[in-house]
C-alpha cells in the first residue's frame, strides 16, 4: 500500500482534526507514517485543500494554547523548564497561529510614502505560490516514476 492509499484509507476529516487540534505536518507525518511528500500531496489534491485549510485556520487557538502551556511550565519554581526556551517557543507558536488565521497577525499593513501596502494580502499570494509550487513538484515526481510518495 502506498502512502497516498494509506492516507485515502485514513480520510480527509481525520487529518483536518489533527491539524484543527494543532499538530504540525511533521507530526501528523510521523504519527502516521508517511512521507511528508505524500501528506502534502494528499492535503493538495481538490477537495482536500479546502478542507485543509479550513483546518489551519481553526488550529491558530491551538498553537496560541502550545505556547500558553509552555509560559505556565516554565514559570513553575519546581519545573525543570529553561524560561528562555519557553518564551521561544511560545513565540514560535503565536507566529505559527498568524501563519494560519491572519485574525491573529498584530499587523496585517504598512503605509509606505502615503500607500498602504496590504502585507496579508501579499502574505496570502506568496504561500499560495509556495504550495502551487509544491504541488508541480509533487506531480512532476509521479510523472518520472518517483510514485511511492
Not at 483546518?55 to 505556565?72: N, V
Not at 519545573?79 to 503565536?94: K, L, M, S, T, W
Not at 502574505?123 to 509521479?142: F, G
Request: one cysteine or more.
Amino acid at each position: 500500500m502506498t502512502h497516498l492509499q494509506l492516507l485515502d484509507n485514513i480520510g480527509i476529516d481525520a487529518i483536518c482534526h489533527r491539524i484543527e487540534a494543532g499538530e504540525s505536518q511533521v507530526e501528523i507525518q510521523r504519527g502516521l507514517g508517511v512521507s511528508i511528500a505524500a501528506l502534502n500531496a494528499f492535503l493538495q489534491r481538490p477537495g482536500n485543500i479546502e478542507c485543509s485549510a479550513r483546518a489551519r485556520s481553526i488550529s491558530a487557538e491551538s498553537w496560541l494554547d502550545k505556547g500558553l502551556q509552555a509560559i505556565e511550565s516554565s514559570m513553575s519554581k519546581s519545573g525543570d523548564v529553561d524560561p528562555h526556551a519557553a518564551r521561544a517557543f511560545a513565540q514560535e507558536c503565536a507566529r505559527r497561529a498568524s501563519i494560519r488565521n491572519p485574525q491573529y497577525r498584530e499587523r496585517t499593513s504598512v503605509d509606505v510614502t502615503g500607500t498602504t501596502i496590504n502585507i496579508r494580502a501579499l502574505l496570502d499570494l506568496r504561500e499560495q505560490r509556495l504550495q502551487t509550487l509544491d504541488a508541480q513538484v509533487i506531480v512532476e515526481q509521479l510523472a518520472i516514476g518517483n510514485g511511492d510518495l
